[in-house]
């Protein structure tokens, strides 16, 4: 493989760390399971406005890739080499009474946490018949849990077209065909070896090999954001005695994306914020203090309509999950608070 030829539309972080230099010392390097840095760049590559532009196929990645991983975890997370991650899911220790009990401007409260089977291989890397092993395995466990958080598994393969888009309008599933995983070799084979558990209510819903093998996904209308954490661990904690998961004590929970490393959490609302969409300097001013990141209503690279946002922690490793909780819950009272002095000022 040749050096790439970034052009001034590369805007990742991947092509800001991919000298030359470092270029020549990973180029002919592979992990175990076969994944080369060729593999590991080519999404960033393929799509010059990645934001991250690199995944990993592997634990090892991580170690053999680190001298280009490693500063985008920096810069990312603000989290050095020689820092430890930490876990916290004692909801007990969160702070976070609804801060918007009128339902004015809170849609809807999703939290969710990537994982990934310690014995295989991640996505990009995974064979078929191990993406099928790991669906197996996962819809069992799923199968098996009890009460608030008992369901069923609807694999993609089979489903009809008017449930899959119905459940994606809804917010409930992850959408084909995105770009940026189909580079990363994330669609390899698709529909095979996915699909999506949940309960009756869709309070609870489990992705199965999409970005990860699993997305953990605890999610409700409003703003009750301690009810939707107390939710997911529970389901966290029933499904880790059932499933090992990939794990490090430096980088916590092993992701294919490097963004979704330690807590492997994204806690979110969708927020009405109209009047500060019209000054989105000031929109941003506090979603940078708090560490967010402002999305779209339909998820990652999409644009926000009538006014809603999604509003999520942008850090998630060396931070425990109730910090990445608390992050946002003070952000969205901080935003709340703005969009209500600005209402006031206007009318
Ligand atoms: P992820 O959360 O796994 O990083 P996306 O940004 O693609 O992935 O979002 C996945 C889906 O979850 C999208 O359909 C998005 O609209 C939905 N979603 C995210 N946050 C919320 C929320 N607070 N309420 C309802 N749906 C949400
Ligand atoms: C990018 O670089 O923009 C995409 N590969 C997405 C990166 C971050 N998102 C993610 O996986 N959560």
Redesign the pocket.
């Known amino acids: 493989m040749q050096y790439p030829s970034f052009t001034k539309e590369h805007k990742?972080?991947?092509a800001k760390y991919l000298t030359k230099e470092v270029f020549d010392e990973l180029k002919d390097l592979k992990t175990k399971s076969g994944f080369t840095l060729e593999q590991a760049i080519k999404?960033?590559i393929d799509?010059p406005?990645?934001?991250?532009?690199?995944?990993a196929g592997d634990k090892e990645s991580y170690d053999t890739f680190g001298a280009l991983f490693d500063p985008i975890i920096e810069e990312y997370h603000g989290f050095s080499k020689d820092d430890k991650h930490k876990s916290n899911l004692n909801s007990d220790e969160l702070s976070a009474p609804n801060p918007d009990p009128k339902n004015e401007y809170i849609v809807s409260t999703r939290i969710r946490v990537g994982r990934n089977l310690a014995d295989f291989p991640l996505g990009p890397a995974i064979s078929k018949e191990q993406r099928d092993e790991v669906e197996n395995r996962v819809s069992l466990a799923l199968g098996s849990l009890e009460g608030s958080l008992a369901g069923k598994y609807y694999p993609l393969l089979g489903m009809s077209e008017a449930d899959r888009v119905s459940l994606i309008e809804d917010h409930f599933l992850f959408k084909a065909g995105d770009r940026?995983?189909e580079s990363?070799g994330l669609n390899r084979d698709w529909p095979s070896g996915r699909g999506i558990y949940h309960n009756n209510e869709k309070t609870f819903l489990v992705w199965i090999n999409e970005?990860d093998e699993l997305r953990i996904i605890s999610m409700q209308k409003g703003g009750d954001v301690k009810e939707v954490f107390e939710r997911l661990v529970l389901a966290i904690s029933e499904l880790e005695k059932k499933i090992k998961f990939a794990f490090s004590e430096h980088l916590g929970y092993i992701?294919?994306?490097p963004?979704?490393l330690g807590t492997a959490m994204?806690a979110s609302v969708h927020i009405a914020l109209p009047k500060l969409a019209k000054d989105m300097e000031r929109f941003k001013t506090i979603t940078d203090k708090h560490h967010l990141q402002i999305r779209g209503v339909h998820g990652?690279?999409s644009q926000s309509e009538g006014g809603i946002y999604d509003i999520s922690n942008k850090r998630r490793l060396g931070i425990t999950e109730v910090q990445c909780v608390q992050d946002i819950y003070d952000g969205v009272k901080e935003l709340i608070k703005t969009e209500k002095e600005l209402k006031a000022k206007k009318s």
């Open positions: 990742s972080m991947m999404s960033g799509n406005d990645s934001g991250i532009g690199i995944y940026f995983l990363a970005g992701t294919s994306c963004t979704n994204r990652e690279h």
